[in-house]
């Protein structure tokens, strides 16, 4: 119950197409989704997240689509640049001070120029 | 805002010795702090979660003897992996959160540990 799913593990899209990753819980305690972003030899970087109360969070480019019923939280990229090439990890957590986090698996995404 | 740094980036030791990690939150003050190890192209493994002034809280099949964590101010929590083995090889992250916005976590750049 305390796993999150992620999809799928590899991605490669064009230079300006959309980068879409997927995540499902199961865990209804949970009530903060972040995506993190990662780079080779690096510590993950919060990119954006989102609480239950609203279906969708855009901050530039990423934009997280939440659907509450289905238990399912997607991470959508505009316009994908070869800069955006990295590991992208949805997590969840039940948003109390000092909860761990539950990550995904992990999507390694490539964007060709 | 909201910058986490580690030391040292990348250590090479033998085995049998010992090897510190020092996680620092610079511009915030850290109620938790955590300790995740993370193999080749795989998710982060929680190891523990450490609150100051209390012991930490390891995860199921984290040996706490092996892998100590001190948790010693609001800022600075370090990770010791004693009697280093190569198994041990590995990329060792610390996250902390100020505890303030639903348990956001800010992130170290990681340390990578090799043990000979």
């Known amino acids: 119950q305390q796993q999150v799913k992620q999809s799928p593990q590899s991605l490669i899209v064009q230079k300006g197409g959309i980068s879409i990753i997927n995540c499902a819980y199961e865990?209804?305690?949970?009530?903060?989704f972040p995506w993190y972003q990662q780079f080779p030899g690096k510590g993950p970087a919060l990119l954006i997240a989102i609480r239950p109360d609203v279906s969708e969070k855009k901050e530039g480019r990423f934009t997280i689509s939440f659907n509450k019923s289905a238990k399912q939280f997607s991470l959508h990229i505009m316009d994908s640049q070869p800069g955006d090439s990295a590991t992208y990890f949805c997590?969840?957590?039940?948003?109390?001070?000092?909860?761990?986090?539950?990550f995904g698996e992990g999507t390694q995404l490539t964007v060709n120029p | 805002g909201a910058v986490v740094s580690q030391h040292p980036s990348r250590v090479i030791c033998k085995s049998g010795t010992s090897v510190k990690i020092e996680c620092r939150s610079l511009d915030f003050q850290a109620t938790t702090m955590f300790w995740y190890r993370q193999f080749p192209k795989q998710s982060l493994m929680l190891m523990a979660t450490?609150?100051?002034?209390?012991?930490?809280?390891?995860e199921q099949g984290v040996e706490k003897d092996k892998f100590l964590i001190n948790h010693a101010s609001l800022t600075l929590s370090t990770l010791t992996v004693t009697s280093a083995h190569p198994e041990d090889s590995s990329f060792y992250i610390c996250s902390a959160s100020p505890g303030q916005v639903y348990n956001e976590q800010f992130f170290g750049p990681g340390t990578r540990l090799t043990v000979l």
């Open positions: 450490s609150n100051e002034g209390s012991k930490a809280t390891y």
């Open positions: 865990n209804t305690a949970f009530d903060y």
């Open positions: 997590a969840a957590s039940d948003g109390t001070s000092g909860s761990r986090l539950t």
